[in-house]
């Protein structure tokens, strides 16, 4: 899958979910990430046991980061007209920001309190606010609805692959 096919893909909506059932989705990734690494010992986490792959850590820490501007962007949708929100090139910040010397709990709290603290704005939120719109320089013109799932659809991709570091651990052992 390409770059503008994963992020038309991340952004797709067929409007069928109602604000409500968009923001408990969004924040019940909070619960299921907590979910996925309860009971991982420190060297599980640290480990990378799938090669070429990131280590627990690194995958947590890069939703965590990445959660920051999600957060932004949502905000910056409900506030503003019309802003301008940049993509990302997420291949260079777990090397360069040194993912895998991050504190995991701090990482796990940090996006818990982001999908919390961004749910909280989403309730306060008129019907009318959903349909605001940003451009993205990769995906164009977005509404609130759409980063709602793009975030959402970002924490939830990555799932599977603490599932398999974990399954790929219980092999070696």
Known sequence: MTI???MAAMVR??????????????????DDLRAAVA??????????P????WSTLELVTHVADTDIYFTDRIERTIALDRPLLIGVDERPYPARLNYQAFDFAEELVL????R??????????????WVRTAVHTETGLVTLRQ???QATRHARHHLPFIAEKRAALAAQS
């Open 50 to 53: 799938v090669l070429g792959k």
């Open 13 to 30: 909506d067929d409007g069928a979910l109602a604000p409500a059932d968009l923001i408990a989705g969004f924040e019940q990734c909070a």
């Open 111 to 114: 996006f818990t309190t982001l």
């Open 147 to 149: 980063l709602v799932l």
């Open 116 to 129: 919390r603290r961004t749910a909280r704005i989403l309730r306060l939120q008129p019907a009318e606010a």
């Open 39 to 48: 009971g991982m010992t420190p060297e599980q986490i640290l480990a990378r």
């Open 4 to 6: 503008n096919s994963y």
